[in-house]
């Protein structure tokens, strides 16, 4: 073995053109494998950082959605935590983006509020301080402490050691610090940054948010005890949930399956991981599958040309009395010398692809990365040992499936091959050319089937940028002033400071912009018809002029006025879906909802009446179906006539200024109102829109990539076939040229058997697109699976590029001189 790695080495020194082609084209396939491997492999297969994970389960009711709906209310988890008996312990979470304020200076908080069993559930431990305690899970209001994150700990407090028991301010209270939480730890948000009880709710959300049965607003997670199954386990929840309807019967239509409500378990790892991601790195991990596949297979062809040329030396060594396993593993150990060169490429390759993703991921915003794929960032995956192992087995596996067909041919030659001047006459010869006519097939189907991929995501992308949203984004910036509950004065005064900005033209405020999720939602009644039957929507709380200021058209009606008043009678815009859903064939105009929130005040609900109706606008993720939307005017807030409690927080400007002059002067405008309000979330809606398809994007930029790859490889691959094919038949073209063949029929010739080639990879391609392109579902948009354009097109592009590779030797045959070509005979 150690003679043929000197052999190896010294024999592939004398052909390095095609080391270095070979040894390239490895490492960016491998490379790009162990990219994707990596991120895959943190989503899917690493397990939770959380002592016996695997016993942690999510409790979800289940409906008609991959991982059922999630949320709970505070009455019924509580119900719940009492009547089961499959955990040892059960938790209550719920993710918000509150104001923070210390030593004056107000910020946005990623904040957790969390039941008090939550972090023993998990097995963590603070690292200094104290958790929760069971007995500030009993009082509404009464426990005002928290629990910072070690970055916020750093980065406010300085890393202060005696930042335990200082006090730090969240909305209109002073919490104080009980707790620091080890590095690494993040809640479930990834982001998180403080954590509070949950009986402190009614502090920063709507009050009664701990008793009021229809605020769904919490997830659960517990953990099963040891001697609990997983099956077991599923089979109690219909006998609990029972019980819970009995102590908390609540509920809600989202909730219920087939007419009953019911719960189920999913494994914690799977409910913090959208389905639509995992699908789709399992997609892209299956793309770069291919691309490598393509990878192998142009290394063994350009491997079986290099056999060819080494017929006579091995045909001599046959002679001396080397074995065929000799020969075999001669050839074996100089493919698995080049492949195992390229893994060392490929951790180059696969750091920068690595660094990419972390960039060019999808924004958050754009609703495909849930917040949960972040919790561990997972796109700062590192290149661990598991990654390594993955690194090195590829090319292995590469490095074998490469060389074997080379190698098997190379050990098929005999004393006869010695005494042949043209192999390329022989039928060896030709059943060469025939393999690597195989091989180059594979390549071009393979190609097109990533081409196919590629330009299905492109169109996706096209039909995401140029959608009607329903809104005009030209000019408009919009920004959160996080001021909580003020009285509507307060918001009168900061709209007045706004619009009186110097190249200001319009200004707003609103509760929900578009292309940003989390709007809330609440179930309408409609005037005559029976209560139960409601119309679930977004709403959007609205000063006049808001819809103007966003381009959002009037169809129908009239908008909000400033006579719109909390002492007028109250009066509602709904969106187009709203109007069809509540009042098919009807004109909406004059009719009536109310909402079936109770109000603060304890009040009873007042009907209100339709004035207009909109344009239905894209809220949320771009590939999300519209929800029927209503407009509340916030000069007319619900409860008490003193704050306005959906808070309309957000200011949408139209503006020549640019972005940062904006933001700047609205900061001194809110804080001639509200000192302690921070500004965020500021960015020109143009830019929101960016993020809510920068999924399409990074798909279309990433599989382009792949393809581009791929198509390149294949190129080189049927240049190579041609190459090869000329000068086998050398004295062949030198008898046609000599017989007086023009340089067309040469061409002809030597492109024929290129050209069936082609084709034959080409149908194959299409049939391999068609019955894979649906695997792409989740990452089209406003593209069929089998769109036809694109497959005409793509075909197209490839017969272009692969014929051009087959003319450049088809070229050079017609050069070929008929003496010399007859003389070597």
């Known amino acids: 073995m150690l003679q043929d790695l000197k052999y190896a080495i010294r024999s592939l020194g004398k052909s390095p053109g095609l080391v270095a082609v070979v040894v390239t084209t490895l490492a960016l396939a491998i490379g790009a ?29 289940a409906n008609d959605q991959p991982l059922g709906s999630q949320y709970w209310s505070y009455p019924k988890y509580a119900a719940f935590a009492k009547e089961q008996a499959v955990f040892s312990s059960t938790a209550a979470y719920a993710r918000r983006i509150l104001t923070a304020e210390t030593d004056g200076q107000p910020r946005r908080a990623d904040v957790e509020v969390v039941t008090p069993s939550y972090f023993p559930l998990l097995g963590l431990a603070p690292a200094s301080g104290r958790l929760f305690t069971p007995g500030e899970d009993t009082v509404p209001g009464r426990d005002a402490v928290a629990i910072l994150s070690d970055g916020l700990w750093k980065s406010v407090f300085g890393a202060d050691p005696h930042a335990i028991g200082r006090t730090i301010r969240i909305g209109s209270s002073w919490y104080e610090i009980v707790g620091i939480m080890p590095p690494g730890f993040r809640g479930q948000s990834g982001t998180t940054e403080l954590w509070l009880p949950v009986m402190m709710a009614d502090d920063f959300e709507y009050g009664g948010v701990i008793t009021e049965e229809a ?46 409500m019911s719960l189920q378990l999913l494994p914690f790892r799977r409910i913090k991981l959208d389905p639509a991601v995992s699908a789709s790195f399992t997609v892209l991990l299956g793309i770069v599958g291919l691309v490598l596949l393509i990878a192998c297979a142009n290394a063994a062809n350009l491997l079986l040309g290099r056999s060819v040329a080494r017929r006579r030396e091995f045909a001599v060594r046959r002679a001396l009395g080397a074995s065929r396993f000799d020969i075999v593993r001669q050839t074996l150990v100089e493919t698995m010398l080049m492949a195992l060169a390229a893994p060392a490429c490929a951790l180059v390759a696969a750091v920068w692809t690595i660094d990419w993703l972390a960039v060019a991921k999808p924004m958050n915003a754009s609703g495909f990365w849930s917040q949960y794929a972040r919790t561990f960032d997972y796109f700062r995956a590192t290149l661990d040992s598991r990654v390594l192992a993955f690194n090195f087995a590829a090319a292995i596996a590469i490095g074998l ?159 909000f006025t400033d006579d719109d008043r909390e002492d007028m009678p109250r009066v509602a815009l709904v969106d187009r879906a709203f109007a069809r859903a509540a009042w098919p064939g009807q004109s909406a105009v004059g009719q009536h909802v109310r909402t079936t929130l109770r109000v603060a ?18 809220y949320g993720a771009i590939d999300e179906p519209r929800a029927p939307v209503i407009y509340l005017s916030a000069w007319q807030p619900l409860g008490t006539p003193s704050a306005v409690s959906l808070g309309a927080d957000t200011i949408v400007l139209q503006t020549r200024l640019t972005m940062d002059r904006a933001a700047s002067a609205v900061r001194e405008a809110v804080r001639a109102v509200d000192p302690s309000a921070p500004i965020s979330d500021v960015a020109t809606m143009q830019e929101r829109i960016d993020g809510a398809t920068a999924k399409y994007r990074f798909a279309g930029i990433l599989v382009g990539a792949l393809a581009v790859l791929a198509l390149f490889v294949a190129t080189i691959g049927t240049y190579a076939v041609i190459a090869f094919a000329v000068a086998s038949r050398t004295r062949e073209i030198g008898i046609h040229v000599a017989l007086g063949a023009t340089r067309r029929d040469v061409v002809g010739l030597v492109m024929r058997g290129g050209v069936r080639l082609i084709f034959a990879g080409v149908a194959l391609g299409v049939a391999g697109a068609c019955a894979s392109s649906r695997a792409l579902s989740s990452l089209l948009f406003g593209v069929t699976p089998h769109d036809p354009w694109t497959f005409v097109t793509v075909s197209l592009l490839l017969i272009t590029v692969a014929l051009i590779a087959a003319y450049v030797p088809a070229r050079r045959a017609v050069r070929v001189d008929p003496l010399v070509a007859l003389r070597s005979e």
């Open 215 to 260: 605020m769904w607003w919490l997830r659960v997670v517990g953990r099963l005890k040891d001697e609990v199954t997983p099956a077991s386990a599923a089979a109690q929840m219909p006998a609990v949930m029972q019980r819970v309807q009995q102590t908390a019967p609540g509920i809600i239509k989202p909730l219920l399956r087939h007419g009953t």
């Open 401 to 559: 499936l490469a060389g074997l067909v080379p190698a098997f041919y190379a050990s098929d030659v005999n004393l006869s091959e010695v005494l042949k001047q043209n192999a390329g006459g022989s039928a060896r010869g030709f059943r060469a050319l025939s393999g690597r006519g195989a091989l180059v097939l594979t390549e071009l189907s393979l190609s097109l089937v990533l081409l196919v991929s590629a330009g299905l995501m492109a169109r996706s992308f096209a039909r995401a940028t140029t959608i009607d949203l329903g809104f005009e984004p030209r000019g408009a910036v919009a920004m959160t002033a996080s001021m909580g509950r003020k009285p509507v004065s307060a918001y009168r005064d900061l709209l007045a400071r706004v619009s009186a900005i110097p190249g200001v033209e319009r200004a707003a405020l609103m509760e929900a912009v578009p292309m940003v999720p989390g709007m809330s939602t609440l179930r309408f009644e409609i005037d005559g018809r029976p209560a139960p039957d409601r119309v679930a929507a977004g709403v959007n709380v609205v000063t006049p002029g808001a819809l103007t200021t966003l381009g959002i058209r009037v169809v129908e009606g009239r908008t």
């Open 33 to 61: 494998n162990t990219a994707i491997f990596s991120v895959v492999d943190a989503l899917l297969f690493r397990p939770l950082p959380y002592p016996h994970a695997d016993r942690l389960y999510a409790v979800t009711f």
């Open 601 to 618: 005040n304890g009040g009873a609900k007042e009907w209100t009446t339709v004035i207009g109706v909109v344009d239905d606008t894209q």
